[in-house]
């Protein structure tokens, strides 16, 4: 998101309804510009939503479902499906009152209580888009925000799959989200939010989304352990055709995930449009020219990861820069998530399953700094009032290192919380047995 609203809805009205009553003479000006909304927006909008509930169920189920051994495949099925339904509940009940609307005397970092519930919204409430005059149902905001609340913790189930306990997830991922996610995203993408002020461009969420999940992922993998009998015993994905067909289904739902975060239907959505389609074909190009350089053979589990570091690197720039940078991040992003998924994690030593820091993580803060350098109008950017290269680079480091920061400490903490309540891993029996029937009882396949 580019931005949202400084107030609520409601706020607004009666900051507008104060002015009038003190000049009236500002009447016609207001009528003027009286807000509009366009049912061309508002259906985009619906798509968008139901595009990034498609990256979730069924793209990032079978995407990491097929990177898991099968006798774990459910249980990465089971995570996605019931975290997704869990965070749309809770965004319903605290989430978008605290990320997205005022926050009294911590306005700059969380927001507050008046939307508990969804407390005031009606059909005909409204939220302001990025043109002057132009709004879009209050109630479609909500549910396109509810999705990116849902898709950031099911992206950590990678960093700590088959071998944490289901209670254990659950219980991490609403403690996360309720003090990671929520500040997070108030400071980034609300309109006093701290990191807002200071110019930090995220468009769809770079460090929302990717960073943090991936910070959290590699914190997981670090605290539980490794898996056992990592790096003595194979650990093969199970079913490339799956994560084939998961990652595809990221590929077509992240339109709605990067065109949808303008908020309508204009040109800069279709700059994140095409930008998500080249950045995308760049980085799977990119990793499949490394791998095959280094490796002597190109593999599709190369090309796919490839894509999704692109998807990664770009989202956070998708309506800033241009198509030939947008190729450029991709395929540089691409290169460097490589080597963090292989050379960094070997010397390491730190199993992060789904290698979601090496692409997530690590794509995240590529396209984050990038954003700041490919802005640029002479780089084929759509420019930054007062503009300064070095300035935006610094205001892009800022946000990356308060998201890793704040991320990483509380993660731990949590984690730790949780280990202490119920327990993060499962019995080494149970690991060996698999997750499918140890947790839940049932096979992905029958034999």
């Not at 495949?73 to 965004?91: K, R, Y």
């Not at 005031?120 to 990025?130: E, I, K, N, R, Y």
């Not at 490796?295 to 990861?305: E, I, N, R, T």
Request: contains cysteine; charged residues 10%; aromatic residues 10%.
């Amino acid at each position: 998101m580019r931005n949202v609203l400084k107030l609520s809805p409601l706020a607004l009205l009666a900051t507008a309804g104060a002015a009038l009553a003190q000049d009236p003479a500002l009447t016609e000006t207001v009528t003027e510009v009286a807000p509009t909304m366009d049912k061309g927006d508002v259906a985009w909008m619906m798509t968008s939503c139901l595009l990034v509930l498609l990256m979730i169920v069924p793209g990032l189920a079978l995407f990491y479902g097929g990177l898991v051994r099968a006798k774990n495949m459910l249980s990465v099925l089971m995570q996605t499906f019931v975290i997704t339904s869990m965070m749309m509940v809770l965004w319903v009940v605290y989430g978008y009152s605290l990320a997205l609307n005022p926050g009294g005397s911590l306005d700059a970092f969380i927001g507050g209580f008046s939307r508990l519930f969804l407390a005031g919204v009606t059909p005909d409430s409204t939220v302001a888009t990025f043109t002057d005059g132009v709004v879009i149902p209050e109630y479609v905001f909500i549910s396109f925000q509810m999705t990116f609340f849902a898709i950031t913790p099911a992206l950590i189930v990678g960093g700590f799959a088959e071998r944490m306990k289901f209670k254990a997830v659950l219980l991490f991922i609403v403690l996360w989200a309720t003090l990671v996610y929520l500040p997070i995203a108030h400071m980034v993408w609300y309109g006093e939010g701290f990191l807002f002020t200071r110019g930090a461009l995220d468009f769809a969420g770079g460090t929302v989304v990717h960073i943090n999940a991936g910070v959290a992922a590699l914190v997981g993998a670090m605290v539980i352990g490794p898996r056992t009998g990592y790096g003595r015993e194979p650990h093969t994905p199970h079913s490339l055709t799956l994560t084939m067909v998961g990652g595809s289904l990221l590929w077509v739902g992240w339109f709605g995930f990067n065109a949808g975060s303008n908020l309508e239907a204009n040109g800069i959505t279709t700059l994140a449009m095409i930008n998500t389609f080249v950045a995308t074909a760049g980085a799977a190009l990119g990793w499949l020219f490394i791998e095959w350089t280094t490796k002597d053979h190109p593999s599709l589990l190369g090309a796919v990861s490839g894509a999704v570091s692109g998807l990664v690197a770009v989202t956070p720039a998708a309506g800033f820069i241009g198509p030939v940078g947008a190729i450029v991040l991709g395929f540089l992003a691409a290169i460097v998530c490589f080597y963090f998924c292989s050379t960094v994690k070997n010397a390491l030593g730190y199993d992060d399953s789904l290698d979601v820091f090496g692409i997530h993580g690590v794509g995240g803060i590529i396209g984050s700094i990038g954003t700041g350098i490919l802005v640029s109008p002479s780089l084929g950017g759509t420019g930054l009032d007062g503009y300064s290269m070095g300035a935006q680079i610094w205001v892009q480091i800022e946000g990356v290192l308060i998201t890793i920061v704040w991320c990483g400490v509380v993660s731990f903490i949590l984690y730790k919380l949780v280990d202490m309540l119920v327990g993060l891993r499962v019995t080494t029996e149970e690991e060996h047995e698999g997750l499918d029937l140890a947790e839940h009882g049932e096979r992905a396949y029958s034999y």
